[in-house]
């Protein structure tokens, strides 16, 4: 059966580290792959998009990269801060659909 | 631009009443998706409209759940009657239709949370 993973345990670092999330999926063949935030009583934002043809995207603090061998797509924060605690999701949408599929998140908490 | 608005934000319901979530999407946006999230599940699609049509409602629960799209502008859904299981948050998005499957930007509503006891 079609699964994605989000660690469900909360990541805790300290400010100023980089944090690391990981979204694993199976059964699956994205032709892209979307991150989303979403804090306490919000509905998710979007904050990167990365296509299958691609290794890594860049925006400010944020990295992804997306291995379709390991079917794995990675989020790093880099230089965090308090404000970007928050649940994290990673979405799937299939080639030729417009409907994303989402994983259940990673709640990120950045420790002053 | 106004975003996706929803209403109620919050809703309690005994089990067997009726109950109405009202969606506004962003003007122009052509899609517009309804979604749930369960307590400690992940968010799930229930269906996605273009314009005012159903092009997949593959994850609509049951015939309980009545989803329609007026005019191609708002949405509301319909829940009658409500179940205990149907308990959650309901999320409402909306996004351009840019002609490219996948490139898709959702933008979401602050979600109506639905309590039935």
């Known amino acids: 059966s079609q699964k994605i993973e989000q660690n469900s345990e909360a990541l805790n670092i300290q400010e100023g580290k980089t944090a690391t999330l990981t979204c694993n999926y199976t059964n699956y063949s994205p032709a892209y792959l979307q991150w989303y935030r979403q804090d306490p009583g919000r509905g998710p934002v979007f904050l990167l998009l990365?296509?299958?043809?691609?290794k890594e995207k860049r925006k400010e603090r944020l990295k992804v990269t997306f291995d379709t061998t390991l079917k794995q797509s990675l989020f790093h924060i880099t230089a965090s801060q308090p404000a970007d605690s928050a649940t994290y999701l990673c979405a799937l949408v299939p080639g030729g659909s417009y409907i994303p599929t989402f994983g259940r998140g990673t709640s990120l908490i950045v420790h002053p | 631009e106004a975003g996706v608005t929803q209403f109620p934000s919050h809703s309690v319901i005994e089990k067997g009443q009726t109950v109405t979530l009202r969606c506004d999407p962003i003007?122009?946006?052509?899609?517009l998706y309804w979604y749930r999230r369960v307590m400690g599940k992940e968010i799930k699609f229930l269906l996605h409209?273009?314009?005012?049509?159903?092009?997949?409602e593959s994850g609509m629960p049951n015939n309980r759940f009545l989803a329609e799209r007026t005019g191609g502008t708002y949405s509301t859904l319909k829940v009658q009657p409500a179940e205990l299981e149907d308990s959650g948050v309901y999320f409402c998005a909306s996004s351009r239709n840019d002609g490219t499957s996948g490139a898709n930007v959702l933008t979401f509503g602050a979600g109506s949370r639905l309590t039935v006891l």
């Open positions: 409209f273009v314009k005012e049509s159903k092009q997949d």
């Open positions: 990365i296509r299958e043809n691609e």
């Open positions: 003007s122009g946006h052509d899609n």
